[in-house]
């Protein structure tokens, strides 16, 4: 096979053509360098058709500087990674086209906003996980390996709230997005509370009371504001605000059972 | 802020770290906030619309507070009121307080009573004052 014949069969090779009809050859990318006091740089990258902003990010790291720091795995919109501030707006990069974001030829790309910066594109996620714990997004079983298995029936009510909130890929965009996290650091935030929210709907968890308690308050499900920037800009279309008003009510009825 | 150490979280093998009195200080305080609404929602519609129609009859504020000072039910009905709104509005405004001024726990909570204490004192003075 000749390298002729092997470039021929590359689809990226292969949709060359389209780059054609593309409003321009090239993007201006605005990237932010550095820590919290860094800056930004600028990249002249070569537009493509079906280009992502990951792919861009991609490109730049690859040709131009090695240098920049960025997280990605899946590339498929499965792992959570890669999510970054576009153009102000927090979005998953692996599944936002640059088509539909950049406009004027432009974009610019910082880190996730409301998280500490580690270098460049790179957040420190370690807060946003700690709220998980704090908010007890952890199963506490109530059966051994030698009891029946759960009979969980799709139809009924707790399964299927749990299922309207259960496939959080733990990106950190609602968080990044919120602004009353952005007022008070110590909210939990939307994706903790929404992964509460899935377990209080969990008939095999046991862990509610503590977990009520936990996600009650100034710094829980009572700081929302029902602004719903969660759920507007959740890449998987989920509602953490409806978690979060969820929350409220079983948090309201343990506290009139005085089970709080 | 003491931290509660609950039986149920340390059998689980749990750290407890959050205050179970303030959970449930927070979650009272919103659920009188939403209870107050409620009775505001009704005050509001009745007052709005009870002045409406005064108006449309031709009635002088003179002629209004007349009518109120002979009454009970009106003094009584705008006492509910002042009471809803001194639950309401500081407990909103103490939420304003943390997330802008950063006023946190006890020193909110105080400037809250603050306000609610001052709203329900010129709010009862004022319907005295119509009334006596």
Known sequence: MTAGTAQAGDPHRERRPETAQLASSSIDVDVWRGVADGRFVRYRVPREASQTVLDVVTWIQRNLDPTLAYRYACRVGMCGSCAMTVNGVARWTCRTHVDR?????????????????????????????????????????????????????????????????IECIGCGVCHASCDIVAWRPDYLGPAALNRAWTLVNDVRDGGNRARLAAVAGDAGCHACHSQASCTERCPKHLAPTASIAGLKRAVSRALLKGEL | MSLVRGAAGAAAGQRVDFDRSR??????????????????????????????????????????????????????????????????????????????????????????????????????????????
């Not at chain 1, 004027?104 to 270098?119: C, F, K, T, W, Y």
């Not at chain 2, 009635?59 to 009121?81: E, G, M």
């Not at chain 2, 950063?102 to 105080?110: C, K, N, P, T």
């Open chain 1, 101 to 165: 974001v950049a406009a004027g030829a432009r974009l610019e790309l910082r880190p996730l906003s409301n998280l500490p910066v580690i270098r460049d594109l790179v957040c420190d996620m370690r807060g946003f996980f700690d709220k998980w714990a704090a908010a007890r997004g952890r199963l506490v079983p109530t059966a051994t390996r030698n009891d029946p298995m759960a009979r969980v029936l799709p139809a009924s009510r707790e399964r299927r709230a749990a299922d309207a909130a």
């Open chain 2, 23 to 132: 959970a449930r200080t927070d979650a009272t305080l919103w659920l009188l906030q939403r209870a107050s609404a409620f009775v505001l929602a009704v005050c509001v519609v009745v007052h709005l619309a009870t002045i409406f129609y005064a108006v449309r009859s031709g009635l002088t504020a003179a002629a209004i507070v007349a009518r109120i000072h002979a009454s009970i039910a009106w003094p009584a009905f705008y006492a509910v009121f002042v009471v809803a709104a001194a639950v309401h509005a500081p407990i909103g405004l103490r939420a304003i307080a943390a997330e802008w001024m950063g006023f946190q726990g006890r020193r909110a909570d105080l400037a809250a009573v603050v306000v609610g204490v001052a709203l329900l004192a010129l709010g009862l003075r004022a319907i005295w004052g119509l009334a006596a």
